[in-house]
Nanobody, 122 residues
């Protein structure tokens, strides 16, 4: 079992930055993939970014603006979000894939956090 706790969400103006953090506890492993998803009101949950030992991947909508990183010693994954846009407004979820999968499908991930709200005003 893995427990994930996100933090760092909030309200920011367009063009601003936020850094999200997600701390994993329980049966963690450096071989797991950790990822970020988001869900806006009335929309499906969508992949944002993922990181594993062999690399990182991003949704096209955030490439060049968001950076995912990981501190294995702290069991923490971060999402640095720059040049934020109103369309980035959503609840952001941290997720873990025990199988080390890196695909954008939610089915690739086994554990989820409760989410943190990010609101970008225009």
């Amino acid at each position: 079992q893995v427990t994930l706790v996100e933090s760092g969400g909030g309200l920011v103006q367009a063009g601003g930055s936020l850094r999200l953090s997600c701390v994993a506890s329980g049966r963690t492993s450096g071989t797991y993939t950790m990822g970020w998803f988001r869900q806006a009101p009335g929309k499906e949950r969508e992949f944002v970014a993922g990181i594993r030992l062999t690399g990182r991947n991003y949704a096209d909508s955030v490439k060049g603006r968001f950076t995912i990183s990981r501190d294995l010693a702290k069991n923490t994954v971060y999402l640095q979000m720059n040049s934020l846009k109103p369309e980035d407004t959503a609840v952001y979820y941290c997720a873990v894939s025990e199988r080390g999968l890196s695909g954008p499908q939610t089915e690739s991930y086994d554990y989820w956090g409760q989410g943190t709200q990010v609101t970008v005003s225009s």
